[in-house]
């Protein structure tokens, strides 16, 4: 039995009210190795979130980035090079029994800003998920995460061997932000954990 009829056995089985698109906007997209839900947005360059517009990025240089780097000193940063990433798992243990089921992407192109989700329906549909961000990875040459260097990002390269995909993030120049964030704020709040920053920052 070849792998496009398993993807499509294993299509038929999945009940109706698995389809994403009823409660989410997005549309399956076909990947080497099956089919997969995707949700993208596009916003302009004019878009506020928060406080700042999201193309107030291009004012930022490597100098007003030092507090990123680990060591104190200046890096280049091109917004156009850079991958946002976050996941959501199955559990925060980590480990082989731990997967992503949604991992959400955003990325500037050209004179918009894109944010992408990946949703992982089942587990038939990991390795689609997987392969469809090892290619969009290719374009990237830092990628930017809250807590990825202790979790996200060794736990999708996990993933990634285990579905004999080839590591794809481990290139990437990591941009942490949790650690600058403790460093920032560490003594205006209660505490510092993860869930703490995210409320309060």
């Known amino acids: 039995m070849d792998v496009s009829t398993i993807t499509e056995i294993a299509k038929e089985k999945k009940p109706a009210e698995s389809d994403l698109s009823k409660y989410v906007t997005g549309s399956y997209v076909p990947t080497s190795s099956g089919e997969l839900f995707l949700a993208r947005h596009t916003y302009d360059l004019d878009h506020i979130h928060g406080d700042y517009e999201i193309g107030s990025i291009d004012e930022l240089n490597g100098k007003d980035l030092k507090i990123l780097s680990p060591t104190g000193s200046e890096f280049r940063f091109d917004h156009r090079k850079v991958l946002f990433l976050d996941t959501e798992t199955t559990g925060l243990a980590g480990g082989t029994g731990t997967a992503a089921f949604l991992i959400g992407l955003g990325y500037f192109l050209g004179n918009k800003f894109i944010v992408e989700q990946l949703f992982m329906r089942d587990y038939d549909e990991e390795a689609p998920m997987l392969n469809l961000l090892a290619d969009k990875a290719k374009d990237f040459d830092q990628i930017v995460t809250f807590n990825g260097r202790s979790f996200d990002l060794p736990l999708l390269e996990t993933r990634m061997i285990l579905n004999r995909i080839e590591p794809a993030l481990s290139r990437l120049r990591d941009i942490d932000l949790l650690h600058p964030a403790r460093r920032i704020w560490g003594l205006?709040?209660?505490?510092?954990?993860?869930?703490?920053?995210?409320?309060?920052?």
């Open 188 to 201: 205006s709040l209660s505490d510092c954990r993860l869930g703490t920053l995210e409320e309060e920052i």
